[in-house]
């Protein structure tokens, strides 16, 4: 039997990557020529300044760019891909005026497969490599989504949206049809692409699920090991409609925990208006909170308070919200973060920033150990990212990157060394 060698591949660049900083806050390590080699499997070899003669094979000579992580978007809604930028007012009305209307299109495979093309290259573009996606609640239009990821080469954990209340007709689907269908996705896609694609349990959010679909989802969550995946305390009328669906909890948190789709598994979006009690207990379980600022500052939902999970060490992971994010793109998205921050008085350094959209969204997530930052042994998930000439030294890059992204353009992206993007011009 002849076993299939694809010979280590070498790439020459600068070199940005984050670095967490003893006792907290966030560095970067970066390398004006470097050498980036990947070996068979996808992995990192080796990350060194460039020496002649240093590897022996062909060389591909990506500078002036800047290798760096890929992206990772760890919220974003697939089917809100064309309805980006809606002003439809805040979260509940934005919901019935421009989501849900343009949600019901899904249940026509050909428009699913049509803008699950769209959504892969917009990410491409945008330079994520990694994205967390919630699809509709119907499962064709999930397959095509998990058919688009595979044929983009992304790495991608997505799930069905669960919804059986509260919602229009059509995207209303009971429990007993729902987690069959979730079960069958599970063993179609779970762990497909060679172990890049994922399922995630997505029930919408409390105000949107009753308490047997979120019992059932739980338990397929707990039978596979999956990800979980909902938005909690995004805004006050929200949280007083998810009281209202289930009087039997304590409060918002209290009802994914109850149900048990609360574990160390679970991205919590938004997070604006919880209590102590429920930051205390987030942090009891290793949960983790997704922060959508750009979101929030669309639907004026509020402005999140990265303090309160600072201070109890959760993990923090960064996400676009797209379509109540204004952009796919993740710079958009820190940009935002620092803004956001700024309202609470407190000014997040661009390396911090950087940090939170690759290795901290990365440990967040789950996969901290396999990507999020260009080291040894993680999986070479990069991108090449071409600066105007006169950006020159780490600082320099990190605030162009951060904060003006236009200057900044995403030249190739690599997923496990090979190439899956490259900018058209
Ligand atoms: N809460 C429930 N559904 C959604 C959604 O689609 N987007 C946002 N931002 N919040 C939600
Ligand atoms: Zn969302």
Redesign the pocket.
């Given at each position: 039997m002849t076993i299939a060698h694809r010979p280590p591949r070498a790439y020459r660049g600068r070199l940005l990557t984050p670095l967490a900083a003893p006792g907290g806050g966030a560095a970067v390590r970066y390398l004006d020529d470097a050498l980036l080699v990947v070996d068979e499997r996808g992995r990192i070899a080796q990350v060194e300044p460039f020496a002649l003669g240093a590897f022996r094979g062909p060389v591909l000579d990506l500078r002036p760019a800047v290798l760096m992580p890929g992206f990772i978007d760890a919220h974003v809604?697939f089917p809100?891909t064309r309805v980006i930028g809606s002003a439809s007012g805040p979260?509940l009305d934005w919901?019935e005026r421009s989501?849900f209307p343009e949600e019901v299109r899904f249940r026509d495979d050909g428009y699913a497969a049509l803008v699950a093309g769209e959504f892969t290259s917009r990410l491409l573009a945008s330079g994520t490599t990694t994205c967390v996606v919630f699809s509709s609640s119907c499962p064709g239009a999930t397959d095509q989504l998990f058919r688009a990821l595979l044929r983009a080469g992304l790495r991608g954990i997505a799930g069905l949206t669960l919804m059986d209340r509260n919602c229009p007709e059509a995207l209303c689907v009971p429990h007993d049809e729902a987690i069959p269908a979730a079960r069958d996705l599970v063993q179609r896609w779970h762990g497909a692409g060679d172990g890049l694609l994922e399922f995630a349990i997505t029930p919408?959010?409390a105000p949107s699920c009753s308490r047997p679909l979120m019992e059932a989802a739980a338990r397929l969550a707990l039978d596979h090991g999956l990800l979980v995946q909902t938005?909690i305390a995004?805004t006050l009328a929200?949280a007083e409609a998810a009281r209202r669906e289930h009087p039997w909890a304590r409060d918002y948190l209290d009802v994914y925990d109850r149900v048990g789709l609360l574990t160390g598994r679970t991205l919590l979006a938004h997070g604006i208006h919880l209590s102590s009690r429920e930051w205390d207990r987030i942090a009891e379980v290793g949960s983790s909170v997704v922060h959508c600022p750009d979101?929030n500052f669309f639907?004026g939902s509020g402005r999140m308070r990265l303090a309160d999970a600072r201070a109890r060490a959760v993990p923090v992971a960064l996400g676009s919200?797209v379509g109540?994010g204004r952009s796919f793109d993740m710079r958009r998205s820190m940009s935002s973060a620092f803004d956001n921050a700024l309202c609470h008085g407190e000014r997040l350094p661009p390396a911090d920033l950087f940090f939170t959209a690759t290795q901290g969204t990365a440990d967040a997530v789950g996969l901290g150990c396999v990507i999020g930052s260009l080291d040894p042994g993680k999986e070479a998930d990069f991108i090449a990212v071409r600066f105007p000439d006169h950006v020159l030294g780490a600082s320099e890059l990190l605030n162009h990157l951060v904060f003006a992204p236009e200057t900044a353009s995403v030249q190739r992206s690599f997923i496990r060394g090979k190439p899956i993007y490259s900018h058209q011009p």
């Open positions: 809604h809100q979260l919901l989501v919408r959010f938005h995004e929200e979101s639907l919200d109540a």
